[in-house]
Structure formats: structure tokens, C-alpha cells
């Protein structure tokens, strides 16, 4: 059996938009049958919220989409995982610059902004999912619609991958 492609997605502390991200590309993997060839985590650029769980607002985004983030614990990306995975996927140009800082001159393309895989925040040049941690429920309800139609290309794209190895 090959190795799993192996995924992270990536924000600030790992309890608002990388869980949506994780929970949600899991479970389109999982539609698409590819969840036993894939493995998805998560992590944040920082190390504020290390061992909780998503945010509240998070988990109840999730459940009214349908999905179940209520597992999550919040964890710290670190650099040594940069060779480790296949892709990951951070949520803004911060967290871009902060995940290429790591890889200190290192081979970075399997870096990407999340929202580059959906065709619409592409053609409208709004690649940056923006955190709702400081805003109200429908803040989280935007960043799940905004998740969703991103990890429809990432599953597309991993699809992609995973014929040609």
C-alpha cells in the first residue's frame, strides 16, 4: 500500500477556520472515496488555544452544515511537518508568509491559500478566508460556505494527485 497524501490546513489558534477546513475536506473525502487514501489535520500558527476545542461558534456552524467538529483539539503547526505533507492549506497571506518563514529557503508550492481552489474567490481575487472569531454567528456561517466551496477544488485536486502517483 502507497503512503496516505496527507493533508494540513492552517490558521491563527486552530479553533475556527482550519477545524472547518479539516472537518469539512475529511468528509468531502470521504464522499468522494478517497478518505482511505487521504489523511487531514490541522493546526495554527499559534500556540494561544493548544489542547482546547474549536470554538463554540465553530462547532455549531459545523453541526448546521451537517458536519460533526465536536472531536477537535487545537494543536501548533510545526516546521518539521512542512516535509511531511503533500499540501497545506492556510487560510490567509499571513498565515502564507508565517508557514514559508518555517520552511527557512525550503521547497513551499505544496503551500497554498485554501480559498485558491475555489474558481469563484479566484475570479473575484478574495483568497483570504476571513477569520470570524471577532464577529457574530453569521461571521462563521459565511467562513463554512467559504470552506465548503474551497475544499470541493482541493478534493478535485487531490483526486488529480493521487491518479498520478
Known sequence: MTDPYRVCVVCSGNICRSPMGEVVLREKLDRA????RVEVDSAG???WHVG?????RTVRALADGGYD???????????????????VLVAD?????????LAEGG??????????FDPAAVEAGTL???????????????????VEAACDGVVEFIAAELDQR
Do not use: I, K, M, N
Not at 33 to 36: E, K, M, P, Q
Open 33 to 36: 472515496g478517497l478518505g482511505d
Open 45 to 47: 500558527t499559534g500556540d
Open 52 to 56: 482546547l476545542g474549536a470554538d463554540p
Open 69 to 87: 467538529g465536536s472531536a477537535h483539539r487545537a494543536r501548533q503547526f510545526e516546521d518539521a511537518w512542512l516535509a511531511d505533507r503533500d499540501l
Open 93 to 101: 497571506e499571513g498565515h502564507l508568509a508565517a508557514v514559508r518563514r
Open 107 to 116: 521547497d513551499v508550492t505544496h503551500v497554498r491559500l485554501l480559498r485558491s
Open 128 to 146: 483570504e478566508t476571513d477569520d470570524p472569531y471577532y464577529g457574530d454567528e453569521a461571521g462563521f456561517a459565511r467562513c463554512l460556505r467559504e
